[in-house]
């Protein structure tokens, strides 16, 4: 079985600080893991994904997150916010390669930038 | 590429009635799926179409069906409709990128049951 869990449901930052957004995973096998982004009346983009390669994931719009396996962790960490990253943020784990029926969506976590 | 695109956007049903929503995926993906996104279960899989074949299924009722047509596009139906059907759901189309599969996600069709 797999699980996923987002440390807080709700992130508030002012823009031009970073942003830290926590996800544990359970898996019992060696997982994918991603992290989408989902603004207001939208659907679900991808930021980045980890499947074994470097542990360190860089993605789109200054996202980057670290695999650590030792501490069952992939945070998302952004070194300055902008207003245009105030979303819903999604952790996802998958044990079928990111086939649909094997993910796993963590609750999300709103992330607010103040001005 | 278009991405994926889903129609209507929003739809407000009765309680008994029934639904029908649309999905073209992005052009060459074999792969729809589609999710059910409420604010208290979060994000949840229905199920998974290729190449016209139901692949897999999530734990929803059997008022819960699609199809899947020869050029990818699919369908999403509800029966009987209850007011916990009320939800955004999600149509997510797929593609080999390196090591695994993504999903491209399209921008959700905002069911609303009275």
């Known amino acids: 079985a797999q699980s996923v869990t987002q440390l807080d449901s709700h992130v508030s930052v002012s823009e031009g600080t970073p942003v830290l957004l926590r996800c544990n995973y359970s898996s019992s096998y060696s997982p994918s893991l991603f992290w989408y982004v989902q603004h207001p009346n939208k659907g679900l983009q991808l930021l980045l994904k980890?499947?074994?390669?470097?542990?360190l994931v860089k993605g789109i719009n200054g996202f980057e997150a670290e695999f650590k396996k030792s501490e069952t962790s992939f945070h998302l960490t952004k070194p300055s916010a902008h207003m245009s990253d105030a979303a819903e943020y999604f952790c996802v784990v998958s044990v079928s390669g990111g086939g649909a029926d094997g993910l796993t969506f963590g609750k999300g976590t709103h992330l607010i930038i103040q001005p | 590429k278009a991405g994926v695109t889903q129609t209507p956007r929003y739809l407000i049903k009765t309680r008994g009635q029934q639904v029908t929503l649309s999905c073209s995926p992005i052009s060459g993906h074999r792969s729809v799926s589609w999710y059910q996104q409420t604010p208290g279960q979060g994000l949840q899989f229905l199920f998974e179409?290729?190449?016209?074949?139901?692949?897999n299924k999530g734990n929803f009722p059997g008022r819960f069906s699609g199809r899947q047509f020869s050029n990818s596009r699919s369908e999403m139906n509800v029966s009987t409709l209850e007011l916990g059907d009320s939800a955004l759901y999600l149509c997510?189309?797929?593609?080999?990128?390196?090591?695994?599969?993504?999903?491209?996600f399209g921008p959700g069709t905002r069911l609303t049951v009275t």
């Open positions: 980890y499947t074994s390669a470097a542990t």
């Open positions: 997510a189309s797929a593609a080999v990128v390196g090591q695994g599969l993504e999903q491209y």
């Open positions: 179409y290729f190449s016209e074949t139901q692949r």
